[in-house]
């Protein structure tokens, strides 16, 4: 697991691939306190480099996404496959449409309240 913070931003950046998703997801459940202890407003997860999620992987992401919204941080999937997104949106994990600040990559995502993230939100 890749992660970068973007204290301009105030956003923790998870990047996730195939080769690693296994051990990402268990240092994920790890770490995941720690990423959040600064209090950052959004953390976005960067699915771009993985090709097949598992249910490991639906369920995990659906445990960080619990336990963002208890801390009152947005959560953001961004660029997932193709084939994943039906799985995704199914699970609530994916909502509506909005752009990551400093990136200016489209991602999707939802908030803490549950609240879809608008267009453009910064």
């Known amino acids: 697991m890749l992660c970068r913070e973007d204290r301009v ?4 950046v ?5 080769d690693t998703l296994l051990d990402a997801l268990e240092e994920l459940r790890v770490r995941l306190g720690g990423l959040l202890e600064p209090g950052p407003s959004r953390l976005v997860v960067d699915l771009s480099r993985v090709s097949r999620l598992s249910s490991a992987t639906i369920a995990t992401l659906l445990w960080v996404k619990r336990t963002c919204a208890a801390r009152a ?10 084939g994943s997104v039906g799985v995704l949106h199914r699970t609530g994990l994916l909502t509506a449409p909005t752009t990551d600040p400093g990136t200016l990559t489209r991602g999707v995502g939802v908030g803490a309240s549950g609240a879809p993230h608008g267009r453009g939100r910064s």
């Open 14 to 18: 998870l990047v996730l691939s195939d």
């Open 73 to 82: 941080v947005d959560v953001v999937v961004r660029r997932p496959s193709r």
């Open 9 to 12: 931003h105030d956003v923790v």
